[in-house]
């Protein structure tokens, strides 16, 4: 399998990144551990905000039309850094993304 489709397939929701952090050939590769330890922090992020912000709408009901904006942001933010994995260009994301560079 080639690089770029190895990268784009580390953004599926948790289990992409792990597998590529297991597999042999591809757990030295450099690019590829840099997008799988960007996915697992980018879904642990995802989880801890979705936690969160779940919390804060049992309060507030109003704000559940902002819910399903996010998690459709979500979904976009996703596809697109599969997408710019497949394109072979690395995006680092604010925060997270530095901590997948010292990590790969």
């Given at each position: 399998?080639?690089?770029?489709?190895?990268?784009?397939?580390?953004?599926?929701?948790?289990?992409?990144?792990?597998?590529?952090?297991?597999?042999?050939?591809?757990?030295?590769?450099?690019?590829?551990?840099?997008?799988?330890?960007?996915?697992?922090?980018?879904?642990g992020a995802m989880f801890v905000l979705n936690i969160a912000l779940t919390?804060?709408?049992?309060?507030?009901?109003?704000?559940?039309?902002?819910?399903?904006?996010?998690?459709?942001?979500y979904l976009v933010l996703w596809v697109f850094m599969a997408y710019k994995?497949?394109?072979?260009?690395?995006?680092?994301?604010?925060?997270?993304?530095?901590?997948?560079?010292?990590?790969?």
């Amino acid at each position: 399998m080639s690089d770029n489709v190895a990268s784009a397939l580390c953004y599926v929701p948790l289990l992409g990144g792990v597998i590529f952090l297991l597999l042999e050939p591809y757990n030295r590769n450099k690019v590829i551990r840099f997008h799988a330890f960007q996915a697992l922090f980018l879904f642990g992020a995802m989880f801890v905000l979705n936690i969160a912000l779940t919390s804060f709408l049992e309060i507030f009901w109003s704000f559940w039309g902002m819910y399903r904006l996010l998690r459709l942001a979500y979904l976009v933010l996703w596809v697109f850094m599969a997408y710019k994995a497949y394109s072979g260009e690395k995006v680092v994301l604010p925060v997270i993304g530095p901590l997948a560079e010292k990590q790969a």
